[in-house]
């Protein structure tokens, strides 16, 4: 198994549903289940290029695709020509960087605390498992208590990583300004006002994820089975691939083509709860 990366940026809050528990109680037995190659179109291909430009009608056009997502799929799909592919690259190699060259000892000043900080290998958390997750993480987030900055979080040293942080920031500010055009085709896909969500993301709290996964734990989980709970997620993975989702009405998992321009678009539970799980 090769070494996988990928990265997550989640505007986050809390709910639980009937898909929580599913996939909860899968992950409780700690048996992997058995994952199927994605048939042709069962991951819905969103292009939001429209959107994100402005055209008359993208936002129709978007909401409509994402509509047929809610009424067809389980809750996830890609999207592309979002505009960030270069900001996606330039992250992978941070993302790299960061995970061949951090130390111990740089481990240490990073203790893993309130869900950030360095996450290290075989850490029952994010999600909570029997059994410790095989990957390590770089986790960074910001809240409301925060003053809306990213100033309560650890960061590498500047010595060792130049521009660490400062490149972070862009990533998840990028990550952000997605997000926030893809809110709006969210409420038209359910039937509602374009400004419906809006005044819940004034200042929208998320928390973002860079993962490594060391080769050579075919028998545990990177990640165990989880659902976000989030409004939705962002995740972009390497061509080395790794990403599962629960698919159809059995929760069958599939795997997700690595491709690290496309972004997985993963609704959360708090999206579900709001809308009452439609």
């Not at 039937?191 to 928390?207: H, I, K």
């Amino acid at each position: 198994h090769s070494q996988k990366s990928n990265m997550l940026t989640t505007l986050f809050a809390s709910a639980s549903k009937q898909v929580p528990r599913i996939i909860e109680r899968k992950a409780s037995s700690w048996g992997a289940p058995p994952v199927f190659r994605a048939n042709e179109g069962e991951i819905p291909i969103i292009d939001v290029g429209p959107l994100v430009r402005g055209e008359e009608g993208g936002l129709q056009k978007v909401a409509e695709e994402i509509r047929q997502v809610f009424a067809f799929s389980t809750g996830f799909f890609m999207i592309r020509n979002h505009g960030y592919e270069k900001v996606l690259d330039e992250t992978f190699e941070l993302n790299r960087h960061l995970h061949a060259n951090i130390t111990e000892e740089e481990k240490k000043k990073l203790p893993f605390s309130d869900n950030v900080g360095y996450m290290k290998l075989d850490t029952r958390a994010l999600p909570y498992a029997d059994q410790g997750n095989m990957n390590e993480a770089f986790i960074a987030k910001r809240e409301h208590f925060q003053g809306h900055t990213m100033n309560h979080n650890l960061w590498p040293s500047e010595e060792s990583f130049p521009g660490f942080r400062k490149d972070v920031e862009k990533f998840s500010g990028s990550m952000e300004s997605l997000g926030m055009k893809l809110v709006p085709a969210f409420a038209v896909a359910l039937g509602l006002p374009e400004d419906f969500f809006l005044p819940a993301f004034n200042s929208p709290v998320f928390r973002l994820r860079l993962n490594h996964y060391p080769p050579g734990h075919s028998d545990r989980f990177g990640i165990a089975p989880h659902t976000d709970a989030s409004f939705f997620t962002f995740l972009t993975q390497d061509t080395a691939g790794g990403l599962c989702v629960a698919h159809g009405e059995d929760y069958h998992y599939v795997s997700v083509p690595g491709n690290q321009h496309d972004l997985c678009v993963i609704t959360g539970n708090f999206l579900a709860q709001w809308s009452q799980d439609v």
